[in-house]
């Protein structure tokens, strides 16, 4: 939130909602579907996914942290190693430094 050093609401239930939403990927151009993409669009929209990605991967480890004993905190923490998964995938290497497995936490 704007002035905050969280990144999600105060409020279980609103950062839930708010967790959710981010881990919906970025929706590709309209236009992908008449043409196929160049090869530097569709990086710019690899990059853009990994980075959505890691921002959600970034929120669940908050919101497990946050809110340790909400009854979704062990939800978000497999919320929170499918995204990092889903940043590599799209090659965001750098999203996982200070990560030493997918499956350490």
Same mark, same amino acid.
């Given at each position: +939130?704007?002035?905050?050093?969280?990144?999600?609401?105060?409020? @279980?239930? &609103?950062?839930?909602? /708010?967790?959710?939403?981010?881990?919906?990927? @970025? @929706?590709?151009? +309209?236009?992908?579907?008449?043409? =196929?993409? +160049?090869?530097?669009?569709?990086?710019?929209?690899?990059? =853009?996914?990994? &980075?959505?990605?890691?921002?959600?991967?970034?929120?669940?480890?908050?919101?497990?942290? !946050?809110?340790?004993?909400? @009854?979704?905190?062990?939800? /978000?923490?497999?919320?929170?190693? =499918?995204?990092?998964?889903?940043?590599?995938?799209?090659?965001?290497?750098? !999203?996982?430094?200070?990560?030493?497995?997918?499956?350490? &936490?």
């Amino acid at each position: +939130t704007p002035g905050s050093k969280y990144l999600l609401p105060d409020s @279980p239930e &609103e950062a839930w909602k /708010a967790l959710q939403k981010a881990l919906r990927p @970025p @929706p590709a151009p +309209t236009d992908w579907n008449e043409r =196929k993409p +160049t090869a530097e669009e569709e990086g710019v929209y690899r990059k =853009k996914v990994a &980075e959505a990605a890691g921002l959600a991967a970034d929120q669940a480890r908050e919101f497990r942290d !946050r809110f340790a004993d909400h @009854p979704r905190a062990a939800a /978000a923490k497999h919320l929170k190693q =499918k995204a990092l998964a889903a940043a590599v995938d799209q090659r965001s290497y750098s !999203r996982i430094s200070g990560e030493t497995s997918l499956e350490s &936490e």
